[in-house]
């Protein structure tokens, strides 16, 4: 809410807290109805068929929900996380769509997204499906969480067309500036900082001594992708854009997403600080084919969930 909050216009800020709180709702609501089964629950290569509204019997939750099985955390705990993670992935189509959509366009995709589309990618990496057959890794989410959101995000923001005043009928590129980079950049704080929860909590058991070994490559990345994209906009633009820094943590969080749990802290480093260069480059060449993305989610959760799995 406030990072996209503070990267759209004055006039819209309001709207898009309002929308983030709103599909927050119904993300929990239609994942517990539906979506946890189809990511986790006992089924085919394709989704999951079982554990409909987490109506299970105590003695029969390890084989209705096998692929969880393998922490011992009560299954309400289970979703609680995991709806978590739906949640991110739904936001993150919407910040590629800010300033141009219809309230119910938004609840009416929150509904698929959350009940279909991010399931059925999720069962087939973490719910034993024919990703995870074939010995695919993504330990917290690059591709699951970040990567269907992004791609969901391609769609929308192709489909929609650009802001009124985006682009000049000349082509250029009109820049239409966030009204609080303050703002954006606490919201960066509050997901550098959730990131804790993110990464390190997918190993569900935080007793466990890799739980802060975790923290340290999430960490690391993102320290290496604030400065690397800085360092990067400055020479490609002439200046250190504040933006630009801002968005360099979260492409590397994004990309250490995957990674997180079996790389070593110089890789993690090494990881962060290519995401964030990239995400610069990516950022300029998406805005110059006429895309708009106000966040730029297209190249923070895109193109860095691609590196990061």
């Not at 990267?7 to 109805?33: D, P, Q």
């Not at 973490?126 to 990703?131: A, D």
Request: proline fraction near 4%; charge should be neutral.
């Amino acid at each position: 809410a406030t990072l996209e909050a503070g990267f759209c216009r004055t006039k819209n800020a309001g709207h898009i807290a309002w929308k983030n709180l709103v599909n927050l709702a119904i993300s929990a609501l239609v994942f517990w109805a539906v979506g946890f089964a189809i990511a986790f629950g006992t089924g085919s290569g394709f989704a999951g068929s079982s554990g409909w509204f987490m109506s299970v019997a105590p003695d029969q939750v390890n084989d209705v929900f096998a692929s969880l099985s393998i922490s011992g955390i009560p299954i309400s705990t289970k979703y609680l996380f995991e709806f978590a993670f739906a949640a991110v992935s739904l936001a993150i189509v919407y910040g590629a769509l800010l300033e141009r959509t219809k309230m119910v366009v938004y609840f009416v995709f929150a509904v698929a997204f959350t009940g279909f589309i991010y399931p059925v990618v999720g069962h087939w990496i973490w719910g034993g499906g024919w990703l995870a057959q074939l010995g695919m890794q993504d330990f917290a989410g690059s591709t699951v969480v970040h990567l269907v959101g992004a791609t969901a995000a391609l769609v929308g923001a192709v489909a929609l067309g650009p802001r009124i005043g985006k682009y000049g009928k000349d082509g250029s590129v009109r820049p239409i500036p966030g009204h609080s980079m303050t703002l954006a950049l606490l919201g960066v704080i509050i997901l550098w900082l959730g990131w804790f929860g993110f990464n390190p909590g997918s190993t569900l058991g935080a007793m466990n001594l890799s739980f802060a070994d975790i923290a340290v490559t999430t960490n690391l990345a993102a320290a290496s992708g604030v400065l690397s994209a800085m360092f990067t906009a400055w020479i490609v633009m002439g200046k250190p854009d504040i933006g630009m820094t801002g968005n360099g943590a979260i492409a590397a969080l994004v990309a250490i997403t995957a990674p997180c749990a079996f790389v070593e802290p110089w890789a993690a480093i090494v990881i962060g600080g290519v995401a964030g260069a990239v995400m610069v480059l990516a950022v300029l060449g998406i805005d110059r084919i006429k895309i708009d993305d106000p966040i730029g989610a297209l190249s923070c959760h895109g193109i860095s969930g691609i590196w990061g799995t």
